[in-house]
């Protein structure tokens, strides 16, 4: 039997410390990212999502206090 890991949504957005991070309607993928809310919701739109998750990643100062 294969055991596929989940990644968490903060494994998966990590990478993009204080952009605003379009995911898969599921929020299993990014499809897209951005400084700007704008411009990742529309780049996410062009990439066919229609109804992404949106998320803004938090920074490492951020992050100390969410979590």
Known sequence: MNHIKK???S?????????????TSN?????AHS???KTA??????KG???PH???APTES???VIY
Do not use: C
């Open 7 to 9: 990644q968490s949504i």
């Open 11 to 23: 494994d998966l957005i990590e990478p993009y410390a204080g952009q605003w991070v379009a995911l």
């Open 27 to 31: 929020q299993t993928a990014i499809v």
């Open 35 to 37: 400084r700007n809310l």
């Open 41 to 46: 919701l529309k780049q996410a739109h062009q």
């Open 49 to 51: 999502e229609e109804f």
């Open 54 to 56: 949106m998320v803004k």
């Open 62 to 64: 951020t992050a100390s």
